[in-house]
């Protein structure tokens, strides 16, 4: 927020896929476990005091909805036709119309953001400027609209196409961000017109109506990977590389060692605290919390899942959504958590799967136990009662519970609950039967001869 001021951010997400070669909306593609439009909305969330609208095209249900599940309170407008950025903005009139000191058009594909970047064009906004405009320096400026300025006023934004030598010489290139005064919004918006060779309604052509009008604009600069707009499949991968890097130097400096920061994969609200260790090949899927001192080890994934203090996590473990897991918890390779609590100091240290289920304080979980959970109707619950010791192969068909301190056998199926400091067992006594081997191998021999002498 700047000096008290309100401020409205108009969110232009009409567009479809067809750029990158997909049926899914442009806006709905993933980075970092986060939609692009759900990352710039919410940068303009944490940018806090703005109100949004969001233009969406008619048959983009799904973007109107992931709008709604990020930022409730946000309008929705609805661009009928596609005829062009100024008409996309126009669209959400009403929305202007409510009075806005300051209104922001940014788009949902520019996922990398930042709020500082926003802040910087509404203080230009506050200092006098009707319109800013947003340029970045680029090493190739092929294809994209100059920014011709003179000190820090915005002449022009001159489309490549239809720039000079001159002006195609300039690097500095138009982002497409823009800012306007609330109180001139919609009188310039309302008088570009459509007389270019598409016949669509350019948002650049604010500028020079903007000037028209005995008004002040300005260019701001900014750099190009934060305001790059996604339109390829090869153009998404490279802002997710961006972001990766991002998000690894936020964890390095707040504490957390990666031990190979490169091949670690970092969701937009992966938690980790401080001395938390990650060793290579980690993934973290949304919703991941790890608390001090954890280690997450090589070839492990998380999703939804919080990890408690000093716990050790892998490797080649998942957590899977719902899985809690307490102080100085062990869970080790091919361990599978899901919707569980896994309570201080229990340990399920290889091949294991534990769902829908309890695992009490200090419990053992032997290799190669699972809890059937599915009916393949229903899921049910497991209770494992503090000190439990599970033995290895042993199948626990939920509903039921162990109590505390009960030990099940090795190779049990347990379906009755087991009472606190039991022995349960199931499963038939061994028998044995002396020089068995010997005799069935006779039998065949005489067998596969007497075949052959018949033949």
């Given at each position: 927020?700047?000096?008290?001021?309100?401020?409205?951010?108009?969110?232009?997400?009409?567009?479809?896929?067809?750029?990158?070669?997909?049926?899914?909306?442009?806006?709905?593609?993933?980075?970092?476990?986060r939609?692009?439009?759900a990352?710039?909305m919410?940068?303009?969330?944490?940018?806090?005091?703005?109100?949004?609208?969001v233009?969406?095209?008619?048959?983009?249900?799904?973007v109107a909805?992931?709008?709604?599940?990020?930022?409730?309170?946000?309008?929705?407008?609805v661009?009928?036709?596609?005829?062009?950025?100024?008409?996309?903005?126009?669209?959400?009139?009403?929305?202007?119309?409510?009075?806005?000191?300051?209104?922001?058009?940014?788009?949902?594909?520019t996922?990398?953001?930042?709020t500082?970047?926003l802040?910087?064009l509404?203080?230009?906004?506050s200092?006098?400027?009707?319109?800013?405009?947003?340029?970045?320096?680029?090493?190739?400026?092929?294809?994209?609209?100059?920014?011709?300025?003179?000190?820090?006023?915005?002449?022009a934004?001159?489309?490549h196409?239809?720039?000079?030598?001159?002006?195609?010489?300039?690097?500095?290139?138009?982002?497409?961000?823009?800012?306007?005064?609330?109180?001139?919004?919609?009188?310039?918006?309302?008088?570009?017109?459509?007389?270019?060779?598409?016949?669509?309604?350019?948002?650049?052509?604010?500028?020079?109506?903007?000037?028209?009008?005995?008004l002040?604009?300005?260019?701001?600069?900014?750099?190009?990977?934060?305001?790059?707009?996604?339109?390829?499949k090869?153009?998404l991968a490279?802002?997710?590389?961006?972001?990766?890097?991002?998000?690894?130097?936020?964890?390095?400096?707040?504490?957390v060692?990666?031990v190979?920061?490169?091949?670690?994969?970092?969701?937009?609200d992966?938690?980790?605290?401080?001395d938390?260790?990650?060793?290579?090949f980690?993934v973290?899927?949304?919703?991941?919390?790890?608390?001090?001192?954890?280690?997450?080890r090589?070839?492990?994934?998380?999703t939804?899942?919080?990890?408690?203090?000093?716990a050790i996590?892998?490797p080649?473990?998942?957590?899977?959504p719902?899985a809690?897991?307490?102080?100085k918890?062990?869970?080790?390779?091919?361990?599978?958590?899901?919707?569980?609590v896994?309570?201080?100091?229990?340990?399920?240290?290889?091949?294991?799967?534990?769902?829908?289920?309890?695992?009490?304080?200090?419990?053992?979980?032997?290799?190669?136990?699972?809890?059937?959970?599915?009916d393949s109707v229903s899921?049910h619950?497991?209770?494992?009662?503090?000190?439990?010791?599970?033995g290895?192969?042993?199948?626990?068909?939920?509903?039921?519970?162990?109590?505390?301190g009960?030990?099940i056998?090795?190779?049990?199926?347990?379906t009755?609950?087991v009472?606190?400091?039991?022995?349960a067992?199931?499963?038939?006594q061994?028998?044995?039967?002396?020089?068995?081997?010997?005799?069935?191998?006779?039998?065949?021999?005489?067998?596969?001869?007497?075949?052959?002498?018949?033949?």
């Open positions: 927020m700047t000096g008290g001021r309100t401020c409205l951010a108009i969110v232009l997400a009409a567009g479809d896929g067809t750029r990158m070669l997909s049926s899914q909306p442009k806006v709905l593609h993933q980075i970092a476990g939609s692009l439009l990352h710039v919410t940068c303009l969330r944490e940018a806090g005091g703005m109100a949004s609208a233009v969406v095209a008619p048959d983009h249900s799904g909805a992931e709008v709604k599940a990020n930022t409730p309170d946000a309008e929705i407008f661009q009928t036709e596609r005829r062009g950025t100024a008409h996309a903005v126009l669209a959400a009139a009403a929305a202007i119309a409510k009075g806005f000191d300051d209104v922001l058009v940014v788009f949902g594909d996922p990398l953001i930042r500082s970047t802040d910087t509404r203080g230009a906004l200092k006098g400027a009707a319109v800013a405009v947003l340029g970045f320096r680029a090493a190739d400026p092929t294809g994209y609209g100059r920014l011709v300025t003179k000190g820090e006023d915005l002449i934004i001159v489309e196409a239809d720039a000079s030598e001159a002006e195609r010489a300039i690097d500095l290139c138009n982002a497409g961000l823009m800012a306007f005064a609330g109180a001139h919004a919609l009188e310039v918006l309302r008088k570009i017109g459509n007389g270019n060779r598409k016949g669509e309604f350019y948002l650049t052509d604010a500028v020079a109506i903007a000037r028209d009008l005995g002040k604009t300005v260019a701001l600069e900014v750099m190009e990977d934060e305001v790059s707009g996604i339109n390829s090869a153009q490279a802002a997710e590389a961006q972001i990766q890097q991002r998000l690894r130097q936020a964890a390095l400096e707040a504490g060692t990666l190979a920061p490169d091949t670690v994969y970092l969701a937009a992966t938690k980790l605290g401080r938390v260790v990650v060793e290579p980690v973290f899927g949304p919703g991941v919390t790890v608390e001090a001192g954890a280690t997450i090589s070839f492990s994934h998380l939804g899942a919080h990890v408690g203090k000093d996590v892998g080649y473990a998942r957590l899977r719902g809690k897991l307490g102080e918890v062990h869970i080790g390779n091919f361990v599978e958590v899901k919707e569980a896994i309570e201080a100091g229990a340990k399920a240290n290889h091949l294991a799967y534990i769902g829908d289920a309890r695992v009490g304080e200090g419990a053992n979980i032997g290799a190669g136990t699972i809890t059937c959970n599915y899921k619950r497991t209770d494992i009662g503090k000190g439990a010791f599970i290895s192969n042993s199948a626990l068909v939920a509903p039921v519970k162990i109590g505390d009960a030990y056998g090795s190779g049990s199926v347990i009755r609950d009472p606190a400091g039991a022995l067992l199931e499963r038939a061994q028998v044995v039967k002396e020089g068995w081997v010997k005799r069935l191998r006779s039998l065949k021999t005489m067998g596969k001869k007497a075949g052959q002498a018949s033949e």
